[in-house]
């Protein structure tokens, strides 16, 4: 997900990523962290996933102008069994939030 997507968006901008000295890909965003803190390298993650890095200041975080990498992530839930009311709580709070443009709920 997170590397295509990098992927993608880098070869947009012009750059050529077979010039890209790749050392590995990792199975986890926890994995890259780890790396990156370890001296290993550097990798692409979401920014959600290090706000606690950042915080510390145990990483250098690098914005790259004109590249917004998005990602879809899906809500999903058994069509044969009856929700919860707290199941259902929550899949209208993410209905309500995508009709007021903070999520898109495709169907």
Same mark, same amino acid.
């Given at each position: +997900? %997170? ?14 990523? =077979? ?5 590995g890909? =990792?199975?986890? %965003? ?9 001296g290993? +390298? ?12 950042? #915080? ?13 990498? #998005? ?10 069994? #009856?929700?919860t009311?707290?199941?259902? #709580? ?10 007021? +443009?903070?999520?898109k709920?495709?169907l």
């Amino acid at each position: +997900g %997170t590397w295509k997507n990098a992927i993608e968006n880098l070869q947009k901008i012009g750059l050529d990523i =077979m010039k890209l000295n790749i050392i590995g890909e =990792m199975g986890s %965003t926890e994995a890259i962290k780890e790396a990156v803190k370890s001296g290993l +390298g550097c990798g692409f993650v979401s920014s959600l996933a290090i706000e606690l890095e950042k #915080k510390l200041n145990l990483i250098k975080i690098v914005k790259i102008k004109d590249i917004s990498i #998005k990602r879809k992530f899906y809500l999903i839930y058994p069509k044969v069994k #009856k929700l919860t009311p707290s199941e259902e #709580k929550f899949i209208n709070f993410i209905f309500y939030h995508s009709r007021s +443009g903070d999520f898109k709920v495709r169907l």
